[in-house]
């Protein structure tokens, strides 16, 4: 069992950054490949980003390639998301998830475990 919260979620001018966290409990993090995926309002759960058990791998949507990094620190037990030049269309609510599987996953039912999910606003 995992249990995943996310923060850093916040009201942003487009163009701005900010960066999500989320932590994890237990000591099997290092176990899971871990992504960002986001939810806008009246649309479906999307993937964002992925990342391997290592670290070393990352994989991206189209839509922020260039924009975001995901990164990971298993010391800390915690998965990153940096989001740089924002823009109004980046606005939903982000969650972080786990997979047993493959960070190359971007599926929602690929992954097991969810976090609650953190509101990032971008304004125009």
């Known amino acids: 069992q995992v249990q995943l919260v996310e923060s850093g979620g916040s009201l942003v001018q487009a163009g701005g950054s900010l960066t999500l966290s989320c932590v994890a409990s237990?000591?099997?993090?290092?176990?899971?490949?871990m992504g960002w995926f986001r939810q806008a309002p009246g649309k479906e759960r999307e993937f964002v980003a992925a990342?391997?058990?290592?670290?070393?791998?990352?994989y991206y949507a189209d839509s922020v390639k260039g924009r975001f990094t995901i990164s990971r620190d298993n010391a800390k037990n915690t998965v990153y998301l940096q989001l740089n030049s924002l823009k109004p269309e980046d606005t939903a609510v982000y969650y972080c998830?786990?997979?047993?599987?493959?960070?190359?996953?971007?599926?929602?039912?690929?992954?097991?475990?969810w976090g609650q999910g953190t509101q990032v606003t971008v304004s125009s």
């Open positions: 998830a786990a997979t047993s599987g493959s960070y190359s996953r971007s599926r929602v039912y690929d992954y097991d475990y």
């Open positions: 990342i391997s058990r290592s670290g070393g791998n990352t």
């Open positions: 237990g000591r099997t993090f290092n176990t899971y490949s």
